[in-house]
């Protein structure tokens, strides 16, 4: 391997995959590769090819091991190895604790971390039996990683508000909200109805989807379809597809999957709204968000109704250019769907206020500009 790298971006993320990490990913890479040459992409292994072009070069970390925090650390000590023999390199970006663990080894590295989610928070969500000792360690961990990043970017103001509030400093910490790039018209998806609603993203626990397929059930009477583009596998889906059925309303939802960016952004265009009922946990509400699904569809031109969280009140104003329901509520989401149903017209002045609210505030150009900012800040920075 080439040991003339000068930037190294890592991720335990599968990339590229059809996931919004994915898409920021790319993003962030596209400022590392063009002031930063070359850089060395270190992600997991995905079922799409890995980037290879003149300026970025990706090796993927690929494992059988079932246990995730097991398969975190090999992925740690896999990209320690690596650095060893990189000399030359002067940023390191990480996404996580475990490329932060490897990126610090290394003094000459300049290192930026951001911070998306705290596994401290996300984790116990996945693994409930996960032990206090084991979380400690982890959030020991993710101190380590803030304590001695040259700088800190995160996508949204109350994920800086939590990290400060744990050791973080605050002239460290960049906000850089996540962007979206308004597409160009296409065509209306061949499969799928005239009228529809849509739902984007990814199906954890803490985007809503049971309270979304709860509020279907007050909407009988309406000849409204959802259409759900999940950037999971029909397996993953198959838990909401079985509780779909029991509620009663599966002939309700249409389901895709994995779909591209250019048929992503038809379904989206083509939607009267789309979706977002986040629900009210700490993830959400303490950790903060800031979900590309979200700008995406305001892109389009397409408006969102989401949950009235803090993190999501930084991009939606209520009324003009979305709308925002209190979280956990299927009544409350189902009255909000029905009234953007029944006045179409009003639904799409609010898209039109979110298409021009993201080429003001949201464009991935601006993002790249401030991110641009981090990296000469890093590399001046001393401890």
């Known amino acids: 391997m080439r040991s003339d790298y000068r930037s190294v971006y890592i991720a335990f993320d599968p990339h590229p995959s059809y996931k919004g990490a994915s898409t920021h990913i790319h993003q962030m890479c596209a400022v590392l590769a063009e002031t930063h040459t070359p850089l060395l992409l270190l992600t997991l292994k995905s079922n799409l090819n890995p980037v290879c072009t003149e300026t970025i070069h990706q090796l993927c970390f690929e494992s059988d091991e079932p246990n995730l925090l097991t398969r975190a650390t090999a992925f740690m000590h896999w990209v320690k190895q690596i650095l060893e023999d990189q000399h030359n390199l002067m940023l390191g970006h990480y996404r996580d604790i475990w ?35 084991t979380i400690q360690k982890i959030k020991q961990m993710e ?11 995160t996508p949204s103001h109350v994920t800086k508000k939590y990290l400060c509030a744990h050791g973080g400093s605050e002239n460290k910490i960049t906000v850089i909200p996540n962007g979206a790039d308004v597409p160009a018209p296409l065509p209306h998806p061949n499969q799928l109805p005239k009228n529809y609603m849509t739902y984007v993203g990814a199906l954890q626990p803490w985007q809503g989807m049971d309270v979304l397929l709860k509020s279907l059930r007050y909407l009988q009477d309406v000849d409204v379809v959802l259409v759900v583009c999940s950037s999971y596998t029909e397996h993953h889906a198959k838990p909401y597809r079985r509780f779909a059925e029991r509620l009663g309303v599966s002939g309700k939802v249409i ?16 939607a009267l709204f789309s979706v977002s009922p986040l629900t009210e946990c700490s993830r959400n509400i303490e950790q903060g968000c800031s979900p590309l699904k979200i700008l995406e569809s305001m892109a389009c031109g397409t408006p969102v109704i989401a949950s009235q969280l803090p993190a999501v009140e930084e991009i939606i104003s209520h009324n003009k250019d979305g ?7 299927p009544a409350e989401l189902a009255r909000a769907i029905r009234l953007a149903w029944d006045y179409p ?17 949201f464009t991935w150009q601006r993002a790249h500009k401030q991110l641009q900012q981090v990296y000469d800040d890093a590399l001046s920075f001393s401890f």
């Open 99 to 133: 490329g932060g663990m490897a990126v610090l080894k290394f003094p000459h590295i300049r290192a930026v971390y951001e911070v998306n989610g705290l596994p401290s928070i996300e984790l116990p969500y996945r693994f409930p039996h996960l032990s206090n000792e």
């Open 143 to 153: 101190a380590h990683c803030l304590q001695y990043a040259a700088s800190v970017i």
């Open 255 to 270: 389901w895709l999957y994995q779909l591209n960016k250019q048929e992503l952004f038809r379904v989206l265009q083509h």
């Open 323 to 329: 709308i925002l329901i209190r979280p956990g509520r």
């Open 345 to 361: 017209k009003h639904t799409a002045n609010l898209g039109a206020e979110a298409i021009e609210k993201i080429r003001q505030n």
